[in-house]
């Protein structure tokens, strides 16, 4: 038993008694971990409105040993999400954006496994779909694919799984789920039903990996690459969570 401070994003929220909550939190120092609030529900609660989904917060818990449940003592709102105010559903968009966030590192990540480039990347994401400059759907392919990547289960994007041919323009690819990798039009079998895939998106893909969600706006997609990457990118999150992540219905590319 230790008490520990961590600068955390709430992820998850779930009633636990008629007056406290266990928070699931992303941090940069633990990674994930959750936690009981004790008169979390209460409307003058010890911690305002510092546990919101989506919020930051400075928190301080109790560690337990494995088996018990954390216990949160304090909570300082840092940042609250703000999902864009502009037209045409852009803060919809944005606010089911944080929504697919917040559930892939629930669902794509250990308790405990430290991974402040995760954080990072979460942090700003969040940021960006809360500019209303910025679309939703270029962050949102850009947060599926960073966030492959640094878990290890970014396909290979480079050359075909089975005889090693580099990935080359012009030629037209499938993405092998199970193998994390990619297939040329000569390896892939009829019987065969990954999902088809352009060299051109595949170096969109490639170019994805070194931006931040701050310059994602530097990469110009057409309505068909940013398709395939997302398709691409929601093949590997289901082969990794065993299911179809279940905000992705409200998620529009
Ligand atoms: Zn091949």
Redesign the pocket.
Known sequence: MSLEKADALVIRQVDFSESSRVVTFFSLEFGKFAALAKGAKRLKGPFDAALDLLSTCRVVFIKKSSGTLNLLTEARLISRFQPQNSGAGGGLSSLYGGYYVAELLSGLTEDFDPAPEVYNLAISTLAALSSPENLSSPLIIHFEISLLRLIGLLPNLFE?S??G?AVQTGKKFAHWVSQGGV??G??RREDFAGVSISSGSIEILRRLTQESAETICNIEFTGKQSEECHKLAVSAITHALGRRPSTLRYIQI
């Open positions: 075909c089975v005889c041919e297939l040329c000569a390896c």
